[in-house]
């Protein structure tokens, strides 16, 4: 199947293959004909198979871009996720060459200027759900004009701490709006909420892909409290090019990142806790390279695309096996190889037989030797003579 074949127009076909994608996805193949004809759907789909363009694109084929009105509104529960979408928006509209205007609207920005902006009236927004509601609320976006509102990463957005910003940004908007929902993972909340928004949607899952067969899945065993230290020998064993490190908590995120550098590591962290600019700072220092490693909470990337991640590090590790692909599945991209490595406390090998059995994946338990990581039984042999 082409995107020609599911309605998507000659100009966006054209700006696709600028950015090198000919063929869609199965998610994208299964959906774009029910965004388009305005239905409401509830999208699940792993990570990394093109969530974003499958309702950018009948999205956008359906704008009236004659009409000086806002006419889409995307909501992100992250600044850094937001700032992905928006620029995905931004190169689809410049290589397409559409006269698709696209505003942010995030917090930690000045809203004297975002108001000033949309005197343009950007028929695109994309942003937090505070901040949109906030201008909502001022009369400075007119909610009666949006004509669809997309929760991106929705099983974070319906939760308790933004839950009534959105139920308020929906209320605000016409009857006959259309709501888009897109998550890599489900929560039954969630799905209530869902449910409650929009009572006819439709749900839309590809079956669950196999696990990339590039990724090489190790664990070691160690105690809680030795984690940080193990996780920078394995660093300076492994050397790897970019690295994600998991973790639960903000507190630990600072902790690790700052051991880290310590060691002369040059690390960066990324949690909910961090004011804009530090976030925008740390992605910046982690996408150029300038950072190598960045320790993150799973809330502060979801949804995030990262090129060149070589290696994932769970320092805590997920209970559940979606959670483990998801993690993952951020490495080992475009046909690239990646390496994920778990620290596990001894408690938590029982991990090990949930992720083999539910995902089809073998663990390798390894351990550090003299600076090199081996595998459990395997000895390094001794130098050679004259060396």
Partial sequence: MTFSDLGITAPLIAALAKQKISEPTPIQQLAIPVIAEGKDVYLHAETGSGKTLT?????????????????????APTHELAIQIQ????????????????????????????????KKKPHVAVGSPGRIRELIAMGKLKAHTFKAVVLDEADTLLDQESLESIRKIVRAAPRDLQLLFASATEQTRSSEEVAALAPNHVVLQTEIAPVNANIEHLFIVCEERDKPDVLRRMIHAMRPERALAFVHRNATAEMVAAKLAHHKIPTTDLHGAFEKEDRKQAMGDFRS???????????????????????????????????????????????????????????????????????????????????????????????????
């Fill in 87 to 118: 620029r995905q928006a931004c190169d689809l509209a410049q290589n397409s060459g559409m006269p698709v205007r696209t505003l942010l609207l995030i917090g930690g920005t000045s809203l004297e200027r975002q108001i000033e902006k949309l």
């Fill in 289 to 387: 390279g300038q950072a190598w490693v960045m320790i993150a909470s799973d809330v502060a990337a979801r949804g995030l695309d990262i090129p060149g991640v070589t290696h994932i590090f769970n320092l805590d590790a997920p209970s559940q096996s979606k959670a483990y692909i998801h993690r993952v599945g951020r490495t080992a991209r475009a046909g690239a190889k990646g390496t994920a490595v778990s620290l596990f406390t001894a408690l938590e090998t029982r991990l090990v037989r949930r992720y083999q059995e539910e995902l089809g994946i073998t663990l390798t338990e390894v351990k550090l030797r003299e600076g090199r990581v081996i595998p459990v039984g395997e000895t390094v042999p001794p130098p050679q003579a004259g060396r």
């Fill in 55 to 75: 309702y950018l694109l009948p999205l956008f084929a359906r704008l009236e871009l004659k009409q000086d009105i806002t006419q889409v509104v995307i909501i």
